[in-house]
């Protein structure tokens, strides 16, 4: 909740308006944002995820069938015991959303499985909740195709306008 208590701290100062705050984030950054959106509502008006884990039980047992045991070491020092995971996963409380959320994510990641948006995706909807989602067919973790990077941020930029506007 740091980046939350950071636009509380700032809002009640006045140095921005708490009703027009949005958060976006790529990798550990869209999970962030996903965070934001469920485990912390009524801070952002919109949140954007671009390749973010949602559900952080599926991304340990992935880390553990792909990186080995250090990777999952890594995820249990940074996210906590796996009895914990489901209370800090967006997937898992994505009934808290309380609003928009775009979800960005490449085909070809193999840090964060493309499938997490999925299960993000999926949980919003079954919650009520309002969703896009928009694949990059080719794109892996790093954007690494300039071309869908860019129409990946004018996607991006074009859910703040609408979503968040001035």
């Not at 006045?14 to 790529?26: F, S, W």
């Not at 499985?113 to 009520?128: D, T, V």
């Not at 080719?138 to 859910?159: I, N, P, Y």
């Amino acid at each position: 909740t740091d980046l939350s208590d950071g636009v509380r701290y700032l809002a009640a100062r006045g140095l921005v308006d708490p009703k027009r705050v949005a958060i976006l984030g790529a990798s550990y950054g869209g999970y962030a944002a996903l965070a934001g959106a469920t485990l912390d509502p009524g801070v952002y008006n919109c949140a954007v995820s671009i390749a973010g884990p949602s559900d952080l039980a599926a991304m340990v047992a992935y880390a553990d069938s792909e990186g080995g045991a250090s990777l999952v070491d890594y995820w249990k020092e940074q996210m906590g015991p796996s009895s914990q995971l489901d209370a800090v996963s967006p997937a898992k409380q994505a009934a808290k959303a309380d609003c928009p959320i775009l979800l960005i994510h490449g085909t070809d990641d193999t840090v964060v499985p493309y499938n997490q948006s999925e299960r993000m995706e999926s949980a919003l909807k079954s919650a009520g909740k309002p969703v896009e989602f928009i694949t990059y067919k080719g794109q892996d973790h790093w954007e690494t195709v300039g071309s869908s990077r860019v129409e990946m941020m004018k996607s991006a930029l074009a859910f703040l306008q609408k979503h968040n506007p001035a």
